[in-house]
């Protein structure tokens, strides 16, 4: 548990983010909060580690060696379904305490670091959720492999503070809100309720986060006094090596305050982006 006594909030961030058992670093979040209202702490400037501590577990394989999630009846497909996604909260534990570490030196807001806080704190309650409904049906994180995508889009990132905005929630938390409805469909379509309602928990929660990726991407862009979706799009083009794949979830996104005129010409396929007249401004 990270000592307070005589830290600052960058090195208690720091040591939780070198905490490598998962349930551990994830009940370690109130121990932090705690700093964080610590009106006795400065900020300091203690830069992470490049790479967080991480069980020896799960194994990490390219993304075609990790079990295809699927959501049936038995329970190994629900599983797999709940281990990837338990993974995927874990990483963004490690991702929003990243952004509230490593930029210190960019002269910020201190709402920045309440926003990026916030945001670990619900990623480490998400990483719970998910962990104990594994339990529930018998398996824990570390028993089928993973792999190591998002950190490595985090790392790719690490000298750029607009381009890990442009990135880690905007592209990367952004997809989650596309695919989690399906899921969420789905697992009542079976009779996994506990399921589907842990999952629109976190639904609600990440329109939060992908709305403070927003916020600050902005606050950034502002700064440098830089046109907005240009500079996303180019940042996109440049560190994330993927497409941006419809169907998108636009009313989660324009809940998100992120506007179709963002994403939607990066989309794959323009027919299934948001008509014209739909598309709200940001
Ligand atoms: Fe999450
Ligand atoms: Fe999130």
């Known amino acids: 548990m990270p000592d307070t006594s005589k830290k600052t909030i960058s090195g208690a961030i720091c040591e939780v983010l070198g905490i490598s058992d998962a349930r551990q670093k994830a009940t370690a979040m109130c121990h932090l909060v705690a700093a964080w209202k610590d009106t006795t702490l400065g900020l300091g400037n203690q830069p992470p580690p490049d790479r967080p501590g991480r069980p020896d577990r799960p194994l990490l394989r390219p993304p075609r060696k990790v079990p295809r999630r699927r959501v049936t009846q038995s329970a190994p497909g629900r599983i797999a379904l709940l281990h990837a996604i338990a993974h995927i909260e874990l990483n963004a534990v490690d991702l929003a305490l990243d952004m509230a570490s490593r930029f210190t030196k960019t002269q910020l807001p201190v709402d920045f670091y309440h926003d990026w806080l916030g945001v670990a704190d619900d990623e480490a309650r998400h990483f719970l959720m998910l962990s104990d409904r594994l339990a529930d049906l018998g398996a824990a994180c570390g028993d089928l492999p993973a792999h190591d995508g998002l950190w490595q889009a985090a790392d790719a990132s690490k000298h750029d503070l607009l381009a890990r905005l442009a990135i880690a929630p905007l592209v990367l938390e952004a997809r989650g809100l596309d695919v ?5 469909d789905r697992l009542k379509s079976v009779g996994d309720e506990k399921t ?6 976190i639904m609600t929660d990440e329109i939060t986060h992908v709305s403070v990726g927003k916020r600050w991407f902005d606050y ?3 700064m440098d006094r830089l046109d907005p979706v240009s500079t996303w799009h180019s940042l996109v083009k440049r560190y994330f090596h993927g497409d941006l794949k419809p169907p998108f979830n636009i009313a989660a996104r324009n809940a998100a305050r992120f506007s179709a ?3 939607g010409p990066l989309a ?3 027919d299934l982006v948001a008509s014209p007249e739909k598309r709200p401004d940001a």
């Open 261 to 263: 005129a963002s994403y």
């Open 196 to 201: 589907a309602n842990a999952l629109g928990i």
């Open 268 to 270: 794959t396929r323009d």
């Open 220 to 222: 950034m862009w502002g």
């Open 180 to 184: 989690t409805p399906t899921m969420i």
